[in-house]
């Protein structure tokens, strides 16, 4: 996978620099510590040209989490989302992943930053798990506590925890893990959130332990509209076992079925499932081939 070529342009305090120029620096705690944060958003080449899907909430976001880990912050979401449509038209990009992060300066002490740097970049980009349904494992790397880290923020150096994850889950043969959190509940995968279809209703983990995602709330909007009953309720591995489907979703993955997760295949076909109308109608909504404002 190619990121960036000799052309590609990123966004960098203020300036649109060469990606393959732009200086970093190597006293960073950032790069150290993994102190730094970030998010992650789609553009759609819809009708009414590129267009970033939900690019306030995942502004709004980005700064909660330098909030959560005292990371300062000084921009708007409207001039961050100028720029990142002006970053999509430079580098000739309509359907794109935008990974705005914002990174701290130099310092090699266990102290808050008193500095940060924002850069931007975008890429182009398919489904990040593809489109096939998902074989997925029980991993046996665990969710970190919400009491030890901020696990509802998108901290850098927390995802080598989601590293580890979908490394073992490969390992193993699988797509992607499933991760319990502390307590033992199945909380999500390494960067997507679960629901589960039983008997005609739809269940997801309540927000305590897990990452609560922009997509999880936008399938529960989804579901509302479409009438479907939604229950939060804390999933146990057998949960996971005994439902009739389940799926996957984030920014990056969108609404993905699973077939399998351990040695259980589901027998619902997933073109039956509810999931299934989920993710037609999700496509529909980044297309804005309807009107959005209805379910967000
Ligand atoms: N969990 C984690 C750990 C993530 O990093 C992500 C991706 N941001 C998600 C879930 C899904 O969140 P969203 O729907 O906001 O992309």
Partial sequence: MKYYDKNTLIYLDGAFVKASEAALNPFAQSLHYGYAVFDGLRAYNTHNGPRIFKADKHFDRLKKSCEAVNIPYRWSNRELIDKCYELLAI??????????????GSNMHLTSSTEANLMIAAWEWGPYLGQNLLRVCISDIKRPNPKSFKTDSKISGQYVNSILATTEAINRGFDEALMLDHEGFVAQASSENIFIEKDFKIYTPPAKNIFPGITRQTVKNICKKLNFEVVEKQLTVEDIYTADSAFLCGTAAEIIGIKQ??????QEEWEHSIGASIQRRYKNLVLENENYEVII
Wanted: glycine share 0%; aromatic share 10%.
């Fill in 261 to 266: 997760v351990d040695d259980v295949i589901y």
């Fill in 91 to 104: 580098n000739n990009l309509r359907e794109a992943y935008i990974r705005p992060l914002v990174l701290t």
